[in-house]
């Protein structure tokens, strides 16, 4: 059905699981039960927005949590039909004493294990450093990130927001690490911010793709640049619309960007919080934006060679989406 470059982990959660960890935890069900508070009903902005993914966390906070919520988010991409799953997360916002930076890592990527090995989904996992965060934090995430290439993390990420912290320069150390460490590099760029923080983020950080890029379409500069250097853009429909970064699924960006010559792979970005999964958002494209059967296969073809992941599994992709 498609591969799933761009989605997080915490807006993987069910409700129904968020309702029985904060009962295990703790924690208390917010005003308007779990499902009021992760899900968004409307357009808004991108601040509301990373509200609902916020909503969350306290339920994140321990390895036995972790896991679940993993595991079931591959479980639920499978069931889908999606054929490879790339997942991110930011490691920092649930690590709690007892329960640091590389522990959250690690649980993750053991959930993630359980669920490959009981759907047959490949998938890897994008570690994300935090805007509003200090520079220490972000560093300690990127190292821990670097120890864990081989064992599940396949790449590395800026996100948050970027109306309020839109600087990258500050990234720049955590990103030299992940990429000696043969990590795939990605960040958020464009989606609140002007076109020029997408070229920003491939010169100062050095990334291949970019997480939404939907202003990249205001410069026409910015937009030939992004064609000629073949940087892939991660489009994610229905959250686009919900933060306001796209007008409407027919007026996306994507069909810019199509027809400027560039590169552009889907992912559901947070399929619980927008209500759409994968499979919903290419169904979107066809019905909405009103592409082809030809150019969701370009799109697929073109995730299978940005896709973070080993030459076997590239492979395996190839094939399965050249026939």
Partial sequence: MGLNLHTHLEGWVRPDTAADLARSMDVPEPDLGWDAALRMREPADLTVFLAHVAAAYPVLGS?????????????????DGCDFLEIRFGPSTHARPGFDIPAVIAAACEGLDEGRRSTGLAVGLVVCLLRHLDDETN?????????????????????????????LARYREPYEIAAAAGLGLTAHAAEAGPAEAAREAVSLLGVTRIGHGSHIVDNPSVLAWAADEGIAIEVCPTSNVLTGAAPSIREHPLRRFIEAGCRVVVGDDNPINIGSRLSDEERLLVTEAGLTDVQIRAIHLTACEVAFTDDATRAELRRRYAS
Wanted: no cysteine.
């Fill in 139 to 167: 560093l300690a995430v990127a190292k821990a990130a670097a120890e864990a290439a081989g064992r599940g993390v396949v790449g590395l990420d800026v996100a948050g927001d970027e109306l309020v912290y839109p600087a």
């Fill in 63 to 79: 390895a036995d949590a972790m896991r679940r919520v993993a595991r079931e988010a591959v479980e639920d991409a499978a069931a």
